[in-house]
Every structure is written in C-alpha cells, then in structure tokens.
C-alpha cells in the first residue's frame, strides 16, 4: 500500500514468513525519526468538519465511552496486506468488549461499496481507505462525513496511560493524516519508496547501483544489450510513475519547489526542476528501456514480469515484497535503491521518500464512533503494531512496537528498505498535493499515463500539471491548505 492508497487486483497471499519482514527503518537502539512536517494553514478551518464526537470518558481504559454492548462495523481494502491483520485487531477489540459483535467486511472497490452507505447515512464505524476506487478523503472531509481524530490523538495510549496516543507515533504521522489543523485520517503504515531490483541479478551481471541519472542511463543501454528491458512500471496505474518523477523533483528543486507545487502557487510547474526531472523520466520511453506494453499492465503482472527476469528495474513502495511474496523466486534476492541524482540536486542522493500511508478512518455518521475510536487506540498499541508486522509483514507508525525477535527474520526486500531508509540520515522526501486535492492527482496521473505511453512529450506534461494545477487553485469549491515554508 501507499500513502495514496494504491490498487490492488489479487487476493490475499499466505504469509510465508509470519514473523519475517518489519523492524524495517528501525536502526539498532533508535527510534524512527520522521518525514517533513506538513501543512496546517487554510483559509477554512478544517475543524468544523469533525462531525459528532464520541462520549469522553475519566476512565483511560475507555477514554471514548465505548458501551460494551454495541457492534463494531470494521471495513478494509483488501490489497497487498491482505485483511487478516484486521481480524487480528478485531480479536483484540473483542476481548476488551467481549458483549460486542464485529461484523468484519473486506474488498477493493471502497467507492462502489461504501458511497451508498454514506449517502444513506449508515457508514462503517471504522475505514481502511485505501486502493484505486478509494474514498476521497478531501471531498468526505468537505461534506463533513470524517470525525476530527485530535480526540485519539489527545486519549490515553493503552501501553502508558500517562501519555497520550500522538507521544506513541512516528514523527510525521500526524501532519500525513492532517487536513488543515487537525488530524482526519490515522496513515498506519510506514513506507520506504524507491527502485526495486534483484541483487542477485545485478550481482551476476556486474551491474553497480547507480548513483547519478546519467549512470543509470549507461546502466539502462547495458542491460538492454542483454535482451532484458531495463525498466517496467504498472501502467494502468500512474501513480506509480508518479512517485520516482516526484522524487526527482524533490531532490532537484529543495524544499522551495516542493512548497510551490503543494500550495499551487502559480507556474509552480514551470520551475527548471520540474522541467529537468520531467525530461529525465521521458528518456527512459525515448532510448526504448520500458518494457515493451508496460504501459497497459496492472501493477501485478508488471511486477510478476520483474520477479520473473523480463525487465530490471520497477518503482513501488516497501510493501512490495509481501505483494509479491509466491510470485518472487527463490535467490531473487530483493533490493531497493533510491532515485538517482540529476546535475545540481539541492538534496542529497540519498535522500528517499519515507512517510505513513493507508488511511483509517472513523465517520462522523458512524453508529458506534465511540467503538471506531477505540479500535484505532488498539492499532495504536505496541501490541497492535507488533500485531499488524507478524500479519502484514510491514512497519506500522507505532514506536518501539518491533520486538529483537521480529528484528532479526528481515526479508531482504525489508532489510534493503531499512538501510535506504538509515541511509538518508534525515533527508526524507514528503507530498501532500495527492491528499489535499483528489481531483489535480487525478489530472496529474491522466497526464504521467499519456507521458509514459510516449502520447505527449515532457513540455505537454508540464502544461497539462500547470493547467491542473491553476484549474484547482481557482475552484473555490476545494478547501485549501498550505505547506510551512521550512521543512524538517
């Protein structure tokens, strides 16, 4: 999954290594430290959004006033993590309110399945928002369908009921989940973003891990000559392509582009990084490295092509590996590298976009709010995040969560991703355009299709950004918000 809440066509795998995978971006007696810190300045206020809120209560065992009795209504896209996770914090919930009955729901169309329930005022009481046909969290938080979760945030944490749940989260987590002021959406999983590749591949052939675009370039010919398509991506979804162009843009522009294009401040888009990492991503379609029909494949067979040897490089998140744990071949040796750096980076070429995705919320509308609240309170555990790694095989955003025991069965895609992430010694990449404003990613991800599909060229795409961009800056109907100036 992603920050994004990415698609995912497949049912969910077996866990070949339960305990395997996690301690992920958790160096050896640290804590994870954080992404950028995003915005929290809008011309609405975003609090008057927060629909009801849940009874407060002197008990911290039940700081929500969670009635014993009543049901909880538990929705989760089921993509790449599977859903057993949530049955395990079900399970947890139950034997706190053990009179309770949880109705357990799973799938990938949110929209199709969850839309007629808001409407009719009937949503679940807790939401795993995530996948292609997700809930747009701009638009419920417009129409005041999401509760404001600074409540949560302020509760009693289960593990130490003298702090509060936001003291037991990675840095970063919160500003992820922010519209405006205050928190709307617990992002639970963290996410290590780059090019994934096989070390054993790449061993084999003698081919180095790039470090500049213009190695990765001379890198791309020699793989080619081998009969191996140097570079494939899940077409039929741009977001994926989205995040490595992004990335470049980053690491190219500094932290003042990266203000420009988050606040749409005008001609944003037209700024020389933008132009040089746009550029850059079209040579990988103009020297012929995609992998022939790329372009129109899900993210699961471009990545099966990959796990089988077709192509040698692939962007995506760190939940890669458990996406494709039966597809992956013994000895494939999973591994991933950060984007390459373009001539006159303001960032380093380690840094690597690291930041809490899959959204969970709560309805304001919701029958049992009180009951939402208290099963992200539970996700929020050190038992939770323990849970959610043993059933997921990725990180959560729970500090101190990952026992040695978990630490030491790393898969080699998780540990490659701990070291990326180690590596960029607090240089992390963060965007926040994509949650703020569903319908310019849209118009952005239409543009990246086009790009990749060698339909328009790297100036069409810049227009076509800019236009977006402009388009939604001046609709007055979408609540805007604005990035802080500094990044940390």
């Known amino acids: 999954m992603s920050e994004h809440g990415l698609p995912a066509d497949v049912s969910r795998r077996q866990m070949l290594v339960r305990s395997a995978a996690i301690a992920a971006m958790v160096g050896p007696g640290s804590a994870l430290a954080a992404g950028c810190a995003a915005g929290s300045g809008s011309s609405k206020s975003s609090t008057t959004n927060s629909g009801s809120t849940a009874a407060n209560s002197s008990d911290p065992k039940n700081p929500f006033g969670v009635k014993a009795s009543n049901p909880l209504d538990v929705y989760v896209f089921k993509g790449g993590y599977g859903d057993n996770y949530a049955k395990a914090f079900e399970a947890m919930y139950t034997k706190d309110f053990p009179g309770a009955s949880v109705s357990h729901h799973s799938g990938q169309n949110l929209t199709g399945d969850l839309q007629p329930r808001f409407n009719a005022g009937s949503p679940p ?13 701009d638009v419920l938080n417009s129409s005041g369908q999401l509760t404001n979760l600074d409540q949560l945030l302020n509760a009693p944490s289960i593990d130490d009921p003298s702090k509060k749940v936001r003291d037991t989260l990675l840095a970063g987590t919160i500003e992820q989940g922010q519209l405006g002021a205050s928190m709307f959406s617990l992002n639970y999983v963290f996410t290590v973003f780059g090019l994934w ?18 190695d990765f370039m001379t890198l791309c010919a020699t793989i080619k000559a081998t009969g191996m398509a140097p570079f494939a991506h899940q077409g039929k979804y741009p977001y994926y392509m989205l995040v490595p162009l992004m990335d470049m843009v980053a690491k190219n522009g500094g932290p003042d582009v990266q203000t420009a294009i988050d606040n749409l401040e005008p001609n944003a888009w037209k700024a020389d990084a933008v132009k040089n990492s746009v550029d850059a991503i079209y040579e990988l379609v103009d020297k012929g490295y995609m992998l022939p029909g790329t372009e129109g494949l899900t993210h699961i067979q471009s990545q099966t092509l990959w796990n089988q040897g077709k192509a040698a490089v692939i962007p995506c998140g760190s939940w890669l590996e458990n996406e494709q744990l039966t597809a992956t071949p013994p000895g494939f040796d999973m591994a991933v590298f950060a984007m390459p750096s373009l001539t006159g980076d303001k960032m380093p070429q380690t840094a690597v976009r690291a930041e809490a995705g899959e959204p969970f919320i709560v309805p304001s509308k919701a029958k049992n709010q009180a009951g939402g609240l208290e099963f992200l309170r539970i996700m929020c555990s050190k038992a939770g995040g323990a849970s959610f790694a043993q059933n997921a095989n990725s990180l959560s955003v729970v500090k101190d ?25 607090g240089q992390y990449i963060a965007w926040y355009y994509l949650n703020w404003y569903s319908q310019f990613e849209k118009d952005l991800e239409d543009a990246m299709s086009q790009l990749m599909a060698n339909k328009i060229q790297p100036a069409d795409f810049i227009n076509r950004a800019q236009s977006a961009a402009d388009k939604c800056a001046a609709d007055s109907s979408v609540q805007k918000f604005k990035r802080p100036t500094s990044t940390s």
């Open 125 to 137: 009481d807790v939401i795993d928002d995530s996948g292609a046909q997700q809930l747009k969290l």
């Open 197 to 214: 590749y096989s070390a054993s591949t790449f061993k084999k052939n003698n081919w180095q891990v790039p470090t500049t675009w213009d």
């Open 401 to 425: 969560a990952i026992t040695p025991e978990i630490s030491a069965k790393l898969l080699p895609g998780t540990k490659s991703s701990n070291d990326l992430y180690q590596a960029a010694n």
